[in-house]
């Protein structure tokens, strides 16, 4: 299995950035797709974005135009920036992976532990 650890959240006011960085760690599947998910406590845990194994992107559309997700192969890290921060924003952050070349839609293989994001008012 992957190990996959979350860093660079914390807490921002409204209409401020955040980038989220995962690295991954352990065997590297040979061909994967990446994507970051975010829950609230008492609610179901939602895909906030995805890049494929080609490099296909893919966001919800509550974050579309504000939050763009990359990889750097090299470094087996993938980002999550976020732009244009709002209060609903705020959850537990995590990514997650696969193996196969797209993720939106189905089940991930390995997931990282989260990292909280909290935007204020």
């Known amino acids: 299995a992957q190990v996959l650890m979350e860093s660079g959240g914390g807490s921002v006011q409204a209409g401020g950035s955040l980038r989220l960085s995962c690295t991954i760690s352990?065997?590297?599947?040979?061909?994967?797709?990446m994507a970051w998910f975010r829950q609230v406590p008492g609610k179901e845990r939602e895909a906030v974005a995805a890049?494929?194994?080609?490099?296909?992107?893919r966001n919800t559309d509550s974050v579309k135009g504000r939050f763009t997700i990359s990889q750097d192969s090299a470094k087996n890290t993938v980002y999550l920036q976020m732009n244009s921060l709002k209060p609903e924003d705020t959850a537990t952050y995590y990514c997650?992976?696969?193996?196969?070349?797209?993720?939106?839609?189905?089940?991930?293989?390995?997931w990282g532990k989260g990292i909280p994001v909290t935007i204020s008012s």
């Open positions: 997650a992976t696969r193996a196969g070349w797209m993720c939106w839609g189905y089940d991930m293989d390995d």
């Open positions: 352990g065997h590297t599947y040979n061909g994967y797709c």
């Open positions: 890049i494929d194994s080609e490099g296909t992107t």
